[in-house]
């Protein structure tokens, strides 16, 4: 009998919707480039800004707000090295950029490389043992610093362990001192109501959302202009230059409208089946830590360390028992390293190697669930055996 894959990685991609899977098909077989003033055009650039007035009307903001990008990564560098280098020609005492210890690294490699090209200056807020940020911290920072802080960065949601962040309170704060406020929204969007209109930029993927890969937006607060990473046609405004990809971004818009339409039954759902995994495996399975805010996190995001194992291990081993999952961490040159949100919770580094983060979504089944109790134990009890490297 053949195997059937169960996925458990949504926090990584999503499979498409069936919305945005019609929208973008039906796109790619009609000519016609966005920028064009002919019928063929006009008609591309009608299904481009239908597509921004529905994103805008989902976050709350206006459709001009809109930027499309060709993901989350772009529109996380736009924002953080754009907003920074606008700043900074505007007033070039504003060298600081404040951020937590605990972002993608969409968010935290350009705030590196700023430091190490553009001599800014980078200070790490501190997050508590479930991965949120302290109010206090950042409040003391932006009062002692507020003449040469140019942004802060913090996101939404985070990817790793789910912890949802006070944006509200982080954007009063910010607004109080008028700095601006990045947020990246890419595992919130779908899960969460956002609602962009509190933050100065917001980011978000299309392929996180049950759209296209390849495709995101990057939400800009009327008066934030940040400095073009792209320069060429003078597309979006003349903030990001290219060609429109219409139907990625027609894909985007139907799976985020999509999302936002199921989500509260979707999500109930979801999170249903998420409290029942993390149950039946720390009732199934001793000595297993649950890393993140088991209350306020997004609704799919499990992240579990198993205490004497290799996380590697564990996810090779489910991937032979076809289940796909995520250690939640990068992994270089074949050497196990640690989770850098992990570690700034305060997990030491052998813990935070154990981990394994179970995210579900849209397909997911009690089935799905069933099946991992089924196998993690024998997989768990494998992986002990064999023991964990010496650090």
């Not at 807020?125 to 109010?135: E, I, K, P």
């Not at 999952?325 to 990068?330: I, N, V």
């Amino acid at each position: 009998m053949s195997k059937q894959t169960v996925y458990f990685d949504y926090a990584a991609t999503a499979p498409m919707r069936p919305e945005a899977l019609a929208a973008m098909t039906s796109e790619l077989a009609v000519v016609g480039n966005a920028s064009s003033l002919h019928a063929s055009g006009r008609r591309a650039r009608r299904v481009v800004e239908e597509s921004r007035e529905s994103i805008a009307s989902v976050l709350n903001v206006k459709p001009r707000d809109v930027v499309f990008t060709s993901g989350g990564t772009e529109a996380d560098n736009l924002a953080i090295k754009g907003i920074y280098s606008m700043r900074r020609l505007v007033n070039p005492s504003l060298r600081r950029i404040l951020t937590s210890p605990i972002e993608h690294h969409a968010v935290l490699d350009p705030v590196e490389s700023l430091g190490e090209t553009r001599k800014a200056e980078v200070r790490y807020l501190s997050a508590d043992n479930v991965g949120r940020v302290d109010l206090d911290w950042l409040k003391t920072e932006l009062e002692r610093g507020s003449e040469v802080i140019s942004l802060v960065a913090v996101m939404w949601a985070n990817n790793e362990v789910g912890t949802i962040q006070r944006v509200a309170e982080i954007s009063e704060l910010c607004a109080g001192f008028k700095i601006p406020f990045h947020c990246d929204a890419v595992q919130a969007v779908g899960q969460l109501p956002v609602d962009a209109s509190l933050v100065d930029s917001l980011a978000l993927s299309g392929h996180k959302v049950g759209g296209p890969i390849g495709v995101g937006a990057l939400v800009l607060r009327p008066g934030v202009n940040p400095i073009p990473l792209l320069h060429g046609g003078g597309q979006e405004r003349d903030i990001r230059s290219g060609t429109l990809d219409t139907p990625a971004i027609a894909g985007l818009a139907a799976a985020i409208v999509a999302a936002n339409g199921d989500m509260a039954e979707r999500t109930t759902r979801v999170r249903k089946l998420r409290d029942d995994l993390v149950k039946r495996v720390m009732a199934t399975i001793t000595d297993v830590k649950r890393n993140g805010d088991p209350d306020d996190s997004l609704p799919g995001i499990a992240n579990l360390s198993f205490e004497g194992c290799e996380g590697d291990a564990l996810l090779l081993l489910l991937d032979a028992a076809g289940i796909e999952c995520s250690r939640g961490s990068a992994c270089t040159a074949g050497v196990p390293q640690p989770s850098h949100v992990l570690l700034a919770m305060g997990l030491d580094p052998q813990t935070a190697r154990s981990s394994l983060r179970f995210s579900l979504g849209m397909n997911s089944t009690q089935a799905d669930v069933d099946r991992l109790i089924e196998v993690l134990p024998d997989i768990v009890a494998r992986a002990r055996r064999a023991g964990t490297p010496r650090a």
